[in-house]
Nanobody, 113 residues
Framework: VQLQASGGGLVQAGGSLRLSCTSR???????MGWYRQTPGNERELVAT???????NYIDSVKGRFTISRDNGKKTVYLQMDSLKPEDTAVYYC?????????WGQGTQVTVSS
């Protein structure tokens, strides 16, 4: 597996989780991202971070989620604060140079009300 995601779990609304995704290869020049998916729905791009550190978020998570990267550890993180039940999903990390072409196996995040 190219990317290994971890950190999901069950948390109450208002709580926090930090997801991690570690690559087997160098990520210094790659764009990294986190997607999420719920049953019956398409995968949704949640956050991205470029090789230069520029970040982008969907509106629903702005101010609550923070994506970051540690190139030395070949790892990208997603800090999720003030979680809401609607954040419940399987979260996937992805990487690529121009487009995302490598995916992790997904980690379940469940937020209870």
């Amino acid at each position: 597996v190219q990317l290994q995601a971890s950190g999901g779990g069950l948390v109450q609304a208002g709580g926090s989780l930090r997801l991690s995704c570690t690559s087997r290869s160098d990520i210094r020049f790659k764009r990294m991202g986190w997607y999420r998916q719920t049953p019956g729905n398409e995968r949704e791009l949640v956050a991205t971070i470029t090789s230069g550190g520029s970040t982008n978020y969907i509106d629903s998570v702005k101010g609550r989620f923070t994506i970051s990267r540690d190139n030395g550890k070949k790892t990208v993180y997603l800090q999720m604060d003030s979680l809401k039940p609607e954040d419940t999903a399987v979260y996937y990390c992805a990487c690529g140079y121009q487009t995302f072409n490598s995916w992790g196996q997904g980690t379940q995040v469940t937020v209870s009300s």
